[in-house]
């Protein structure tokens, strides 16, 4: 077994016990200080791994994440916030956690030591697409059988740990290691770890989005307006792309079916609805594209 660093003692907090309770906090967030400057070290890893999202999901690919405890419930709230923020298909990127959807609540004995459960759960994967394997210390068995299968069939495959001696580091075609150091209570890796992994999904998500098309500028103009404030923001996002006021730009989503990059051709190219549809079409989808192409 490898060593496991996140479950060494920190000693900048063996006495918190002792501590009244600003001073506990102060010491959490002396420790939270630490992570945004490991994962700023990873950078370049997570670049490389963007880029592979990327790459994949432009031939029909998906992001698959897996792992146990709390690095299974990271990838799972990060997946289940694609669609509505980036108008991605329900599929496109999966969370799967060790023992099924009960141990997003519940605690599964067991699941992560399960090499034959990873090597179940990774038959969802194909050679198109990016199985990105989350854990803190980075041994579970499970996550050995999902990365097995995923070689075999020729899986892209990613890790994201915060142990350089971590095994899935040795079985990925490309790791991400975000050292963040002992936890302040010691093992406790939902703390700096999961912090750490939290930043990191983000990044390739938003990333591989951003990539392919699903953004213009730093707006979300592939988002779906399911609800009020989602409804008020895409109003917003025309409003400011195209210049226009918020009554023209709620009456032209109207029109497109609250679809908010047909409704900005509209605007800016005085297009039809179905004519704006055909340049999106033209340019897989890529406003940017389409409005230079216009132009």
């Known amino acids: ?23 506990i906090v102060k010491k959490i967030n002396e420790e939270d200080k630490i992570v945004a400057r490991a994962v700023e070290e990873e950078s370049e890893n997570i670049a490389q791994a963007i880029d592979i999202i990327a790459k994949q999901f432009l031939q029909g690919g998906k992001l698959y994440y897996f792992g146990a405890g709390t690095s299974g419930r990271l990838g799972v709230l990060d997946a289940s916030e694609c669609p509505p923020t980036f108008g991605a298909r329900a599929d496109m990127v999966q969370g799967i956690i060790a023992g099924g959807d009960n141990a997003l609540k519940l605690s599964i004995e067991g699941a992560e030591d399960n090499f034959e459960l990873g090597e179940r759960d990774a038959q969802i994967l194909t050679e198109k697409d990016v199985c990105v394997a989350i854990s803190a210390s980075g041994n579970p068995k ?8 995923a070689e075999k069939i020729g899986c892209k495959t990613i890790a994201l740990t915060c142990n350089h001696k971590a095994a899935i580091l040795e079985e990925v075609g490309l790791g991400i290691c975000v050292e963040v150091g002992a936890e302040v209570i010691a093992g406790s890796s939902r703390m700096k770890a999961g912090t750490a992994q939290k930043m990191v999904l983000n990044m390739l998500t938003t990333g591989a989005m951003i990539k392919i098309g699903k953004t213009y500028e730093n707006f979300m103009i592939d988002l779906m307006p399911t609800n009020e404030k989602l409804k008020d923001r895409a109003m917003r996002i025309v409003s400011e792309i195209a210049g226009v006021n918020a009554s023209t730009a709620l009456k032209t989503l109207l029109e497109s079916n609250w679809r ?18 055909e340049l999106l079409r033209k340019n897989c989808g890529v406003l940017r594209k389409a409005l230079i192409e216009f132009e």
Do not use: F, H, W
């Open 1 to 23: 077994m490898s060593e496991i660093i996140t479950e060494y003692r920190n000693e900048n907090t063996k006495n918190i016990d002792l501590l009244p309770t600003i001073e």
């Open 260 to 277: 908010v990059k047909e409704a900005i051709l509209m605007l800016q190219c005085d297009l039809s609805l179905s004519e704006a549809q």
């Open 142 to 149: 499970y996550l050995l059988g999902v990365l097995s299968v």
